[in-house]
């Protein structure tokens, strides 16, 4: 099983254990499967990578579920809602107002479909690649881009930390073109017995209240 390497998504707690909200989803799908799964954190675009190739079970890696996505991989019902938000340093932008990104440099995460976004925008913007998410969003810090444009969660567990107390969210949160909507877990083509087995496992979480659970700890708000 596969999740992507991101708080507050996968993490590694002060005690060294992996935890985060989609690993502790996937914890509790494996479990009421009662199968034992072995859990990797990667960077995204090793994930897709993976399931590409056929080389892992399912991804629950924030994977949005996109026609062009759907014709590449199994998809299960969704486990989350997504957006996706501009993130900038604190002070230097209009409040509430969208971003002109004419001549600006912006940072978006290797595969991504803010990366996707940005490329068919065509805004005059210079987009800065990374395949670490949390690289992406420290280049804004340390003023290496203007911008980063990434999931909406990611960006509140950041700005909700001491260390972001030096950003700000520019403007308001996007759902359109891609950056935001039904994320479900993904699986290699071929493999829908699996996806009917996690299916049930979700509707069981949800259904019994460890989905809320889960969520509660990781998540501002509920993505449901």
């Known amino acids: 099983m596969l999740t992507w390497r991101m708080a507050p998504y996968a993490m590694v ?5 992996l935890t985060g909200f989609e690993v502790e989803i996937a914890r509790a799908l494996c479990d009421t499967m009662g199968i034992r799964c072995e859990i990797t954190a990667l960077q995204f675009p090793e994930v897709l990578d993976l399931l590409d190739r056929n080389a892992a079970d399912f991804a629950v890696a924030s994977i949005l579920k996109t026609p062009e996505r759907m014709k590449k991989y199994l998809f299960t019902d969704r486990h989350k ?13 209009a409040s509430g107002v969208a971003p002109d990104l004419a001549g600006k440099r912006v940072s978006v995460t290797r595969g991504s479909k803010q990366y996707d976004y940005l ?32 999931p909406t969660a990611v960006t509140v567990h950041l700005l909700t930390s001491a260390e972001g107390e030096a950003l700000e969210v520019v403007g308001d949160p996007l759902t359109e073109s891609g950056l935001g909507g ?41 993505m449901y």
């Open 119 to 150: 490329t068919a925008k065509n805004v005059g913007c210079t987009i800065a690649i990374y395949d670490d998410q949390a690289e992406a969003l420290r280049a804004v810090l340390d003023g290496r881009v203007d911008l980063a444009l990434a």
């Open 13 to 17: 707690d002060e005690q060294g254990k």
């Open 182 to 222: 039904e994320s479900a877990i993904a699986l290699p083509l071929g493999r829908e017995e699996l996806r009917d087995r996690v299916n049930m496992a979700l509707r069981a979480i949800l259904a019994d209240g460890r989905y809320d659970a889960i969520s509660s700890r990781f998540l501002p708000f509920r």
């Open 81 to 93: 809602r997504s957006s996706s938000s501009y993130i900038g340093r604190a002070g230097e932008w």
